[in-house]
């Protein structure tokens, strides 16, 4: 299967002048969690919803004051429509990325790959290699999954002097 498969498509994008305000908004309507930054054609950015809370509503009580470039992530892992979507989702673990701009030849954005896409559409081994990324904000919340997740424990016997 191929990342082009498996895309959310048309993509939506905002420009690095886009107030933070109207992205934000734009993001609750349209219920995700991310969008690429572009000028004229290329992709400068991505901003999530993570970058608002983070970089934006921690710093200042006026989100008027933001432009999506003030708080957009600059390094942004891409993958080209043509890929296998295999490939796609190891590198996405490897990177602990949860949604990544789908790009064509010309280096124009064309969709959105992101963990959703590759649970309902990829076959379901390839979505089980997802459970590492997935499994991380999970494990962090609850040590006791972590644990849990190690295996069975043995209980270490007590040997007691007569």
């Known amino acids: 299967m ?8 048309p993509v939506e994008t905002v420009s690095p002048d886009t107030s933070l305000l109207f992205v934000a ?21 991505i901003i999530t919803d993570r970058d608002i809370a983070c970089r934006g509503v921690a710093i200042s009580d006026n989100l008027a004051d933001f432009k999506a470039r003030d708080v957009m992530t600059s390094t942004v892992f891409t993958c080209a429509e043509g890929v296998e979507l295999s490939e796609a989702v190891r590198t996405m673990v490897d990177r602990k990325v949860f949604h990544a701009p789908v790009i064509d030849r010309n280096k124009s954005v064309v969709g959105m790959l992101a963990l959703p896409d590759i649970a309902l559409k990829a076959p379901a081994q390839l979505s089980q290699a997802l459970r590492p990324l997935m499994a ?3 494990e962090r919340r609850q040590p006791e999954a972590k644990a849990a997740s190690t295996g069975p424990r043995r209980a270490a016997k007590s040997h007691r002097s007569p």
């Open 2 to 9: 191929l990342v082009k498969e498996a895309m959310t498509k």
């Open 25 to 45: 908004r734009r993001m609750k309507d349209a219920e995700i969690g991310c969008l690429p930054v572009t000028e004229n054609g290329s992709l400068l950015g």
């Open 136 to 138: 991380r904000d999970a």
